[in-house]
């Protein structure tokens, strides 16, 4: 329910403190900006699906879709839960689903119909 401003200004305070626990908040202060940047990632996904012709109608583009958007939503629940304990910094944690489908959004749209 905190603002981004206030989040970090609680981050700064725990860390002043020497509290431990500012993990949760760190993970929600970099998902904050790690989500806008994944709508475009996954609509240049998207776009490239959509661009392609098939013969056969757009079933197996649709099902492309919907395993790509179903990986990438777990891919992102596993990387959130590994940020939370010790496996991955937060930031990583947060931005590593990012990354990989950034690379696929690459290739696909490299592939796509001109």
């Not at 725990?14 to 509290?19: P, Y």
């Not at 661009?51 to 990438?72: E, P, Y």
């Amino acid at each position: 329910m905190m603002t981004s401003p206030a989040i970090k200004k609680h981050i700064e305070y725990e860390a002043e403190k020497g509290i431990g626990n500012s993990k949760k908040y760190l993970v929600e202060y970099y998902r904050r900006s790690a989500d806008p940047v994944t709508i475009i990632i996954l609509t240049l996904i998207g776009v490239s699906l959509a661009s392609r012709k098939v013969r056969g109608g757009l079933g197996l583009n649709l099902a492309l879709g919907l395993v790509i958007g179903s990986l990438f939503v777990l891919i992102s629940k596993f990387s959130i839960t590994f940020a939370y304990g010790q496996t991955l910094t937060p930031l990583l944690g947060i931005w590593l689903p990012n990354i990989i489908f950034t690379i696929v959004a690459i290739y696909l749209l490299s592939k796509a119909q001109k």
